[in-house]
C-alpha cells in the first residue's frame, strides 16, 4: 500500500498551536478509521486520535482530550490533528497510520490487514 503523507510539525512555545496533515494518496482508506499516534524518545508510541468509520467518529487518548481536534476532508483525502494549548510533554514525533480499530480504551493498527504509516513530523514544544 501507499505510505501515508504527513506533514505540519514544527516548533512551538507552550500554550500555542500546531495543525498536523495527512494525506492518503492513495485513495485507500476513505472508509476506514484514519487516526495520529506519536511517539517520545525513550518511549512507546501511544495513540492520539482517530476519525472515520460508518459514523464518523472521533475518539481520543485522555492526555489530549479537549485541547487537540482531529477532522477528515474527504474531499481531499486528508486527515487534520488541530493541537491547541500544547505542553512541553506533547514533544515527540507524530505519526498518521490507518486503517484503525478502536474500543473505548483508543486505537490499534493491524486488525485489518496491513497497516500504512506515515514517514513522521516532528513536534517540539519548549517553555
Known amino acids: 500500500q501507499a505510505p501515508l503523507l504527513d506533514s505540519g510539525g514544527g516548533l512551538v512555545q507552550a500554550g500555542g498551536s500546531l495543525t498536523l496533515s495527512c494525506v492518503d494518496p492513495?485513495?485507500?482508506?476513505?472508509?476506514?478509521?484514519m487516526g495520529w499516534f506519536r511517539q517520545a524518545p525513550g518511549k512507546d508510541r501511544e495513540f492520539v486520535a482517530a476519525a472515520g468509520g460508518k459514523r464518523n467518529a472521533t475518539i481520543y487518548s485522555d492526555s489530549v482530550k479537549g485541547r487537540f481536534t482531529i477532522s477528515r476532508d474527504y474531499a481531499k483525502n486528508t486527515v487534520h490533528l488541530q493541537m491547541d494549548s500544547l505542553r512541553p510533554e506533547d514533544t515527540a514525533v507524530y505519526y498518521c497510520?490507518?486503517?484503525?480499530?478502536?474500543?473505548?480504551?483508543?486505537?490499534?493498527?493491524?486488525?485489518?490487514?496491513?497497516?500504512?504509516w506515515g514517514q513522521g513530523t516532528q513536534v517540539t514544544v519548549f517553555e
Open positions: 497510520a490507518a486503517p484503525l480499530s478502536c474500543r473505548s480504551s483508543g486505537c490499534f493498527t493491524g486488525d485489518i490487514g496491513s497497516a500504512s
Open positions: 492513495g485513495h485507500i482508506f476513505s472508509t476506514y478509521i
